[in-house]
């Protein structure tokens, strides 16, 4: 059974339908990709997910249990953290106090900082900690942020852009630890525009197209396929 | 002769770079596409062009003379004029505000109105009505009026095509088209490559802030565009 | 029928200046981005100047008129948006709110300093002498006709200016897309100026109108604007002929209250605070967009250090004893709320500058700590100080119910609103029975309030009660010292910064929310209470919404992050003015003025005076020697003030010599450091044995 799902998730804006019946699954072990063109929805179906926005209809489950009614911070105790495509970082804390707010929160509450001291370490951020987070440039902040998402120890983790904004050899160092994330057992949603990232670390890519799911399969397929390639140029 | 070059041109945001050394040029009368995946850099292509983002190195060349560091203001004056993403109208004044808007350029009322619905009869038609309750197409037609209100030599238009249903898409090329034919320069910065494709003279695709391909849009386009979107060869 | 007739045509004038005022609060709030809390201010300036021209110096009134309006009320808009607001135009919003609440504050100073408050200024109705007009069975005054008149004329003015002509157009692209009307040839800081002087000369008029049904009383004046808040809150702060229909709800309301509402004792307060009430709801009920953009520049919240704490905690108590010993027994009482009041401006510190939540109203919360601890610890019993401090939680916890809903001017508006409701009606009330238990309040007058037995003392002398409310700040200080270093105070911040970060965390919003609202309250509920003590009695009037506006201001200027702003407000509020009304008596609205001006220089160190003076001395302070010779210098003159030795005067001026010298002389060093380069190192200052190697070091860097 797979680990989350989302069925049938329609959300309008107005008039506009931004997801129509978009059904998808991400399972535990798996990097699980989520790519389209600009306004394909992509966020909107994270926040969906993470419970910012409830769907016109469609249902979220998580372990097979219904979740769409809940708040986000009950989704969080189920063991789901996100990050954004528009940083939320609390900007006026330091990069450590980012994280011991959500250690604090989260299952290590216990040990929180040595929960967050730990995670600072794995993502090589230890000598920015006392460094307040609205100073670092874009890359070292959504790295901050995927942190901060990490320190709850999630299950299933959500990642919208993670590795916009930084080098090649970042980008390297992050897939290594996607892979190593999901080698944990945690079932990682991955938004990104980066295609030599996605293809090489996503088990299975989901493609999105003006709030439809135009294709799906294993990124060696969905390469090839030419609808996804359609979705990104426009239609001929 | 080039009307509007940019010569290795680099910018950055916040230390950062973006652009690393781009070339392009556009001529009188020529249509040129220049299309990449999200966060190439196209917008900032724009930016610089028009002023509105001053490059870190390299050139802007007007007609053949140096404008690096114009201020804004003074190259719309000069004849840049660029459309943003996203419909740059005022969504809460009517159509006729909106143009209303255009007569800093020193033309009336009265020729502004008369050449928008010249071009655009449909706007005549919409001319009391707020410019946010205009179809997605309308609003950028009324986005055109207002650039060529400003009777530019070069046009600078961002993501046309943005939430719009291909086929209004492909009437808004048309239209762009025909205002090139009109001796207009115009540089087109488009994520959905297809129908600016059919229209363009010249096409560039831009990578991680550097322009990877640059020709005559044919065929091997396509291939290019493919690995570049979804990084199939490399 | 007639009586109904009657009371809808002065409800409906009424409505007429609402609509007017409201109508400019609303044009420089869509135009320029500010919220004017200093509109009615305005409007009461321009009617006492109107006052001035036309009765005092008895100018033809036409003449006055268009001085007023055409001259003296545009210049005035004219200087509040160069020198007020643009400075504050790159900071947030909370800046730009605190700039017109320092303008609120300073125009209510200038008209008492210029025209004195104890004279009575009648001014005349326009066209007195007419008989009033007859339609059908109503009669309309000459002047309810002509108010009508102009908001009508008003109406079709804007209406005009904004659709059509040029300038207007660019009024209403500047508010769409600022940007963007920016690229077309639009000047967004003309249309700001623009709106700055026809907002001021609605205000202007709406002022002149209103003061001759009205006493020309200064802060009456600027506070009946919150019915044209109302007005304007129904046009949800943008909308024009909304705006006139929210004042037309307004203006009837009021008039049938009076008109209908029976007479008790409960019950004529209803009357003065419905638009407040009314406000309240339009502020709950209507969806607030904020206005784009977040916060450009984030201010930090420091983090104090424990060794910083400890010194600040003790040297509260320390300052406290000189005092005791330095002051005579009747300048105690006076100094002794710099504490007490001091304690209410910490409860900003947790609310607004952690959380970020405005609140205007913690000095009404402190009134009710202080009746709780007046009634319930009439002779000193103990327990009943916690009690106070419990009621005013709970109180700060209602206040956290809308405060969920409303954020930024919002939220500073509808705390407003509450605390004129207090002011106006729950404060004025006589006792009362509510599930059987007796709520005392204000008794219609004033409250005695004695201090508290403790440890077997009964705490009575002013300077005992100096040292208790002393030690409490003392004690709070620490305690919110503690909050910030610890999880509460990081999730605050943490909620501040991203609602949606914090939830998707496992946060919850309400919980957090509600808990900082009391505790706050709790701290001003304190602070109230303290504060009754050194007066032993109070009235409504000392914890009304005016009287809790220089706090805040204070505070602000201090740094509502930094912990030390509950000792510096208690100090800068307190201090000046005694010194000052030692002068005479014209000094006292010197020193309000003086708290404004000093709000106005907000712009130059956005993150607080605390955090800039923390800068400044810590190489002073690094220099012991230096630091021990001011140590002895001022404990000199404590001794000599302490024994009666010398002019109080003569050691004030010596113990500020002494005190600031260290800062000084560490300030001229470093400039002497700082500024010499390399090349000119052993010509322009002496060789330094260090100097060899640095320049060794740069040139392999290089």
Sequence with gaps: MPLLRAEGVTVAFGGRRALDSVSLTAEAGRVTGLIGPNGAGKSTLFDVVSGLRRPRTGRVRLDGRDITREGPARRARRGMSRTFQHLELFGRLSVRDNLLVAAELGPGRRHAARTADAVLDRLGLTALAEDPADALPTGVARLVEVGRALVLRPRVLLLDEPAAGQDAEETERFAALLRSLAADGTAVLLVEHDMSLVMSVCDEVYVLDLGHVVACGPPALIQRDETVLAAYLGEA | ?234 | MDQFLAFTVVGLSTAAIYAVIGSGLVLTHTTAGVFNFAHGAAGMLAAFAYWQLAVGWRWPVPLALAAVLLVLAPAFGLLVERVLMRPVQALGEAERLVMTVALLTGCIALARWVWDPNTARPLTPFFADRPALRLGPAAVTWHQAVTTAVAVAVAAGLWFLLHRTRAGTEMRACVDDRALAGLTGADPLRAGRLAWVLGIQLAAVGGILIAPAVALDAQQLSLLIVSAYTAAVFGRLRSLPFTFLGAVVVGLLEAYLAGYLPQNDYLPGLRLAAPALLLLLALLAFPHRRLRGRDRRLVPVPLPGRRGALILAAAIPGLALVLVTVLAEDSLVPYGTVFALGVVALSYVPLAGFAGQVSLCQMSIAGIGAVVWGHLGAHGEPWALPAAVLVAAAVGALVAVPALRLSGIYLALGTTAFAVILDRWIFTLPAFDVLGVRIALFDQGSVTVTGPDLFGLHLTSPAQLLLLAAVCLGLASLGVVALRRGRFGRRLIALRDSEAAYATLGGRLLGAKVAVFALSAGIAGLGGALYGMQLQTVTADQFNLVAGLPLFLIAVIAGLGSVGAGLFTGVAFVVPTQLLGELGTWAQDLSALLIALAGMGLAHSPSGVITRLRAEWAPPARDRLLLGAAGVVLAGCWLLAALDAVNGWLLLAVALVAATAPRIRAAARRQGTVETPPEWWGVRRPWRPEDGEVLSRATAAG
């Design chain 2, 1 to 234: 002769m080039s009307l509007l070059e940019l010569a290795g041109v680099r910018a950055a945001y916040n230390g950062i770079t973006v652009l690393h050394g781009v070339d392009l040029s556009v001529a009188a009368g020529q249509v040129v596409a220049l299309l990449g995946p999200n966060g190439a850099g196209k917008t900032t292509v724009l930016k610089v062009a028009s002023g509105v983002h001053p490059p870190s190195g390299g050139r802007l060349l007007l007609g053949g003379r140096d404008a690096t560091g114009i201020r804004p203001g003074d190259l719309a004056r000069a004849g840049v004029c660029l459309v943003p993403e996203g419909r740059g109208v005022f969504p809460n004044l009517s159509v006729r505000d909106n143009l209303l808007m255009m007569t800093f350029t020193g033309r009336t009322r009265e020729e502004i109105e008369e050449s928008a619905y010249a071009r655009f009869p449909v706007l005549g038609r919409r001319r009391t009505q707020h410019a946010g309750t205009l179809s997605g197409g309308e609003q950028q037609m009324l986005a055109l009026a207002r650039g060529l209100a400003t009777d530019p030599a070069v046009l600078l238009l961002d993501e046309l095509s943005m939430g719009l249903a291909p086929l209004v898409v492909a009437e808004l090329y048309e239209r762009v088209a025909g205002i090139a034919r009109q001796g207009v320069a115009v540089l087109v910065v488009e994520q959905f490559a297809t129908a600016v494709l059919k229209i363009a003279d010249h096409a560039a695709v831009l990578v991680r802030g550097r322009v990877q391909w640059q020709g005559h849009p044919d065929s091997s386009l396509h291939a290019e565009l493919s690995s570049y979107y979804l990084g199939s060869a490399t």
